[in-house]
């Protein structure tokens, strides 16, 4: 068995003085006052900036966190962080949650009670999960990556943790951006393992597959998501090709890495031009700091340019796996209207099996945190008649106690 350690949040001191030094130094920019046409809104930087400086409280959030259980553990070689909460009951399904960017693993602190405990929510404790939340390499706690092309690689590190380190033989997953490609990952290359997966979105990389026989709705899809990346997607473009170039900025400045975080949770958010309808400002600064104590905005492009950066070995061995992937595996999504793009069922239908499809009344592309009630309903039922296979149950080995 592989080892695995108890792991709790401490970040020195010094680390904070620091930060609010730079805060209270920051230096701002003249500008034209136009809302946030050409970027984030200098006004409601300032003022979360100032939120930042003299009102929110890390240690309040660090003892948050903390509640939690969460681990760290030696996989393939590479430290993974990750939260590990036991589900009530006999049988909990297991579920690994991955998230994308930019955020993390906090992405899933309102759900992971709502799925380990249905009970304390009005739900039948009958779909109790066994919830594990890792950090994506280069985010959070995890290692950063030591060479390009990880993220090509984390679908099996994550069978790895499920199975060799946690001790489930079958279990379900769910991710949203890089998380959705993980899971994808993971439904392809290790079909026999998994229950069903749970999408809020179609993997971003099948755009570069463009069929010939498009319907209607697709070419509409693609046309959309053409104009997106002329108008929105320059970010993706800089993250993956001058990646460190732009970093070396942002983990300098706490003022600019909160600009360009900021402004991806206000443009991807269902929030009506105003971010705070959908996050307060302690959830949009809890997300900033993790980022500025662990050092990883850095390292958190790298998986924009492992994409731009693969050679045609890589795609080659991707174009296999997807040949060889089962496409037995059932998929669900749940698609909220205000996410970065919005294709129709059949496009996810040419890459997975889907079997549920649930068009949401409201959200956008931070599912858990925006509605997480909608969110949790839809993987409940999803998973509700999968659960109950007999060959769906699982093996699960007393890792809470570890030290």
């Known amino acids: 068995m592989m080892s695995i350690d108890r792991f709790m949040v401490e970040i020195p001191q010094g680390t904070l003085d620091d930060l609010r030094d730079r805060l209270e130094r920051t230096r701002w920019t003249d500008e034209i006052e136009d809302g946030w046409t050409f970027g984030t809104d200098r006004g409601e930087l300032r003022r979360l900036v100032e939120h930042w400086r003299t009102a929110f409280d890390w240690r309040r959030q660090e003892e948050a966190i903390n509640r939690l259980a969460q681990f760290r553990a030696t996989v393939n070689g590479v430290g993974v962080h990750f939260v590990h909460e036991r589900g009530v009951g006999d049988d909990p399904l297991p579920i690994v949650l991955t998230h994308g960017y930019p955020d993390s693993f906090l992405r899933f602190a309102k759900i992971i009670p709502m799925l380990t405990h249905p009970e304390a929510h009005g739900a039948d404790p009958d779909d109790a999960f066994d919830v594990v939340v890792p950090s994506l390499p280069g985010f959070g706690f995890s290692d950063k990556p030591a060479k390009p092309g990880a993220i090509f690689g984390v679908g099996d590190l994550w069978h790895s943790l499920m199975t060799d380190v946690l001790g489930y033989e079958r279990f379900a997953a769910h991710g949203g951006d890089w998380g959705s490609t993980v899971t994808e990952q993971l439904a392809r290359s290790h079909a026999r393992s998994l229950v069903g997966v749970h999408l809020t979105d179609v993997p971003f990389w099948h755009l570069f597959q463009k069929p010939g026989d498009l319907s209607h709705d697709e070419q509409q899809f693609l046309d959309a998501t053409t104009k997106w990346q002329q108008t929105d997607g320059a970010y993706a473009l800089i993250q993956g ?88 595996v059932p998929a669900a999504f749940a698609m909220f209207p205000k996410d970065i793009s919005n294709p129709p069922r059949e496009w996810a239908a040419r890459f997975f099996n889907v079997q549920r499809w649930t068009e949401m009344p409201r959200g956008g592309h931070f599912a858990a945190m925006e509605e997480p009630e909608l969110l949790v309903d839809d993987i409940r039922r999803f998973f509700r008649p999968l659960r109950r296979a007999g060959e769906n149950r699982s093996t699960r080995r007393a890792v809470s106690s570890a030290a």
């Open 241 to 328: 090709t001058r990646p460190y170039t732009l970093a070396r900025g942002l983990n300098d400045s706490p003022a600019g890495l909160a600009s360009w975080i900021v402004d991806k949770f206000h443009a991807w958010s269902d929030c009506h031009g105003d971010v705070e309808r959908s996050f307060t400002k302690d959830e949009l600064l809890t997300n900033v700091t993790l980022y500025w104590v662990t050092g990883t905005i850095g390292s958190s492009f790298l998986p924009y340019a492992d994409f731009v950066n693969a050679g045609a070995l890589t795609w080659i061995k991707e174009a296999i796996r997807q040949w060889v992937g089962s496409t037995d």
